[in-house]
Each structure stands twice: as C-alpha cells, then as structure tokens.
C-alpha cells in the first residue's frame, strides 16, 4: 500500500512544482511585460519638464502638420497649368475624313501666378508663428503646473511642520491636566486643533497628487513624475518694463494677426488679378483626307468679362483684410491690458510676501514661541498660546498664496509675450 501511494505522492508533488514554477514563470513574465509598459518614475526640474512636454505634445505635432501642409500649399501655387490636347474627327468615311489634333496651352495674365505664391508664402508664415505660440501656451502650461507641484509640496513639508507644532501642544496640554494644572477642556481644544492641522495635512497630500496628475498630463505621460526640483521660495523676478513693452511688439499672437492681414492682402491682389482675363493658345495640324494634305492650324482665345468681373469677390477679400487689421489692433489693445493686468498681480503679490517675510512670518513666529513657552511656565493660558498657533499656521498658509500667485502672474506673462518673462530665467535647481 505504502509502495502505491510513495510514488503517487512525488508525481503530485512534481505537477503541483511544476505548476507552480509554471504560474511563476508566467508571473514573471508578465510582470516584466508591465515593467516595461510602466514609465519610469523620477524628480524633474523645471527644464526637464518643458522638454518633456514639447517632445511629446500632440498639439505640436499638429501645429507642425499645418507648417507641412501650408508648404505643400505653396508647391501647389507655383505650378503651370496643364495642356490641353484636342482631336477632332469630321465623317466617318475614310475618303471625306477631317481630323484635327490641337494642342491648347493657357497663360495666367494679371500676375495671378505671382499672388497666389504671394498668399501661400504668407499662409506658410501664419503656419509658423502659430506654432511658436502653441509652443509658448505649452511651456507656460507646463511651468504652471511646475510651479503648483511645488508650492504643493512647500504645503504639504509646512503642513507636516504645523502637525509636529499642534501634536507637541497637544501633548503638553495633556502633560498639564495630568498635573492638575488646567482643565481637560483646554486639552480637548488642542486634540481639535491638532485635528484641524492634520486636516490640513491630508488636503495638502491631495492637492499636491493633484498637481502631480496635471504635471504628468502636460508632459505627456511618458515619466511617472514623483516630485519636482526647484526652490519654491525664491521669488520670481520679471524683465524691466521696457523690455516688456519690446516683447508686446513681436508677441506671437501679434505677428500671427499681422501676417494674416498680410495673407489677406495677398488674397485679395490675387483677386484683383482674377479682373484680367487669361488667355489660351492653340496650335495643332488638320488632316483632310479629300484634298490630301495637311493644314496648319493656329487660334487664341479669350474669355470675354461682360458680365462676370470678379467684383464681389474683390470687394470680399477687401473686406475682410480690413476686418483682420481692425482685429489685429484690438488685439494688442487687449494684449496690453491682459499684460498690464499681470504685471500688477505681479506686484501686489510680491508686496504681499515681502510684507510676511519681513515682518508678518517672523512676529507670528515669535508670538507663538512666546506663547508656548509662556504656557510651559504657566504664564499664560492655552487659548493664548492655541490662538498664536493658528495666527501662526494663518501666516505660513497665506505666505505659500502669495507665492502662488507670483508664479502664475509670471506664467501669464510667459503666455502673452511667447516667452520667458523673467529677466535671468526660473529660479529651480539644476540637480
């Protein structure tokens, strides 16, 4: 009995081993396969994650589809028109049989040739600078979202700092009414407050997930980004306002409405052009088989513009050539006013964090230090030194606003002027 089941024993073993070896190993490869599918994870700097962004975006691979498509236009626009061959049989009797062959070539009178390269060449211009502000909307979104990952982690680092504050008041608090030295009331007030910052805490984590999830989107998904680099303290500091003024000037935004009222322009010379009516040459020989020779044939024609002058359409591109130069100066009017409303968030923004670097962080800072102490040694009560506490983390959380709101002032600015707003780039690392 033991010599049956021995053996049945070990050939189970072996299925069930090979088995197993069998489902790790399909495991394994499996897992590897998902490794190789998952990006890889990684801290990027402000650089990295603008050539993240504009190596994989979508929107500049279209952007510069239409650059391709507006010059396969203007290929388009230098070409000759065709040849025309005719042939021509008069009677089917062989012996009476007329054939005509003709060849007929027109010809473009008026310079529409030349217009219509004219508006391909300027439509390949718009193409372009369109492109150079797709690429500016992308680094500004891009910085954006840089710059709110950090502040978010500043918050989330502050935050933590705020918890260790209210858990040690906490703790004293206690340490207190075990003593007998303040009511457990006061200890329950600091359980809240301790509640409260670790509150704070969890909404400061997601948030900063958040941005992370924003970041990982405008740069394409192909780097599972953990965190970014960068000093989220530094201020951010703009170029002079004459150099602002020379960037409004030549804004992507701006020379893109300008060559389109060029681009009009040339439409509407091109149908000014249409007015002249072309011409068609031809030229070919005719067989008569009665007389038996051949006879040269020459003729021109030439459409007759009695009624057709091509007037409604002139009258149409001139229209709207002055529609786009209107459009073009309310749009640097509005450009104006959209940078001027940034540089003065800017400025209040900045106003308002210097005032809490320099005066407000560091007296809430010591007020609360006073108070802590001063509740150690039983000089003052808990209200005084939990109402420090939140005057305190009030400071710190308005102090990372401002900050906020430096950043994303510049950004504005980045976007509307097509380019780096400030005067020596980004303050981040270049670890």
């Known amino acids: 009995m033991c010599r049956f089941f021995v053996p049945l024993a070990l050939a189970l073993a072996a299925f ?97 040739r030349g217009a219509r390269i004219d508006a391909a060449d300027r439509a390949i211009d718009v193409a372009r600078v369109q492109l150079e502000g797709r690429q500016a909307d992308l680094r500004a979104n891009a910085t954006a979202a840089f710059f709110a990952t950090l502040i978010s982690q500043e918050r989330v680092r502050l935050a933590q700092a705020s918890l260790d504050l209210a858990r040690n008041g906490s703790q004293a608090a206690g340490k207190r009414v075990t003593a007998g030295k303040i009511s457990p009331v006061e200890e329950t007030k600091a359980k809240v407050a301790e509640a409260n910052v670790r509150l704070e805490l969890i909404q400061a984590q997601g948030e900063l997930q958040t941005n992370l999830q924003q970041l990982r989107a405008v740069t394409g998904g192909t780097v599972a980004i953990t965190a970014v680099s960068g000093d989220s303290l530094a201020i951010p500091k703009p170029l002079p306002q004459e150099a602002i003024e020379e960037r409004i000037v030549n804004a992507p935004s701006i020379r893109q409405s300008r060559l389109e009222v060029r681009r009009l322009g040339a439409l509407a010379d091109l149908e000014k052009a249409k007015r002249i009516p072309d011409i068609t040459l031809n030229a070919g020989t005719k067989r008569d088989q009665e007389v038996g020779r051949n006879q040269a044939v020459v003729g021109i024609s030439v459409p007759l513009p009695l009624f057709d002058t091509n007037r409604g359409n002139l009258l149409e591109a001139l229209r709207r050539q002055d529609k786009a130069d209107d459009e073009a100066r309310a749009l640097e009017l509005r450009l104006r006013a959209e940078v001027g409303a940034a540089r003065q968030r800017y400025e209040s923004a900045t106003s308002e964090v210097l005032a809490l670097q320099s005066d407000i962080l560091p007296g809430a800072q010591s007020a609360f230090d006073a108070a802590t102490k001063g509740f150690e040694l039983g000089k003052f009560g808990y209200l005084d030194a939990l109402d420090a506490q939140r005057t305190l983390l009030q400071a710190r959380a308005q102090y990372l606003r401002s900050l906020a709101d430096t950043h994303r002032a510049i950004t504005d600015l980045d976007r509307l002027l097509g380019g780096p707003a400030m005067a020596n780039g980004y303050p981040v690392s270049t670890q």
């Not at 069998?22 to 890889?40: E, I, K, L, T, W």
């Not at 065709?82 to 054939?99: A, F, I, K, M, S």
Request: glycine residues 10%.
């Open 16 to 112: 069930t081993g090979g088995s197993a070896f069998a489902q790790q190993g399909n495991a394994g490869v499996a897992s590897a396969r998902g490794q190789a599918a998952v990006p890889s994870s990684r801290t990027v700097t402000l650089a990295e994650a603008i050539q993240l962004a504009i190596e994989t975006s979508p929107e500049l691979s279209a952007a510069r589809r239409e650059v391709e498509a507006a010059e396969g236009s203007r290929i388009q626009a230098g070409v000759l028109q065709n040849p025309t061959l005719h042939v021509e049989v008069e009677d089917q009797r062989r012996d009476t049989r007329t054939t005509t062959v003709l060849l007929s070539q027109p010809f473009e009178l008026g310079g529409k």
